[in-house]
């Protein structure tokens, strides 16, 4: 049970940087040609878009732990990381 809470606490960390990522994501669309592809946007929106399942994750997830059912605690903890590794996806992408 410990794990998930653990597992869950690198993100929402990283929700404390979000306000950072959000005024700066906006320059990804410096270079010339950048509005227009889709990755771009798509990055764009993720970025903006963190806290969103981060913290609907963390907390569902603390909520099935506690009640010790361990898959749906899973599938949250997942949840919590979806938005991460799409922006890293992303990132390597472009």
């Known amino acids: 049970m410990l794990r ?3 597992i869950n606490i690198p ?3 990283g929700v404390l940087l979000w306000p950072f990522l959000a005024m700066i994501s906006y320059f990804i669309f ?3 040609g950048s509005e227009k592809s889709w990755l771009v946007w798509t990055l764009h929106y ?3 878009a963190y806290p969103v399942p981060t913290v609907a994750g963390v907390i569902l997830s603390w909520k099935k732990c506690k009640n010790n ?3 749906p605690c899973f599938l949250y903890t997942l949840l919590t990381y979806s938005c991460l590794l799409l922006i890293i996806l992303l990132f390597s992408v472009i």
């Open 46 to 48: 993720a970025l903006l």
């Open 4 to 6: 998930f809470w653990i």
């Open 69 to 71: 059912e361990y898959k």
């Open 11 to 13: 993100p929402l960390l």
């Open 30 to 32: 410096d270079p010339p």
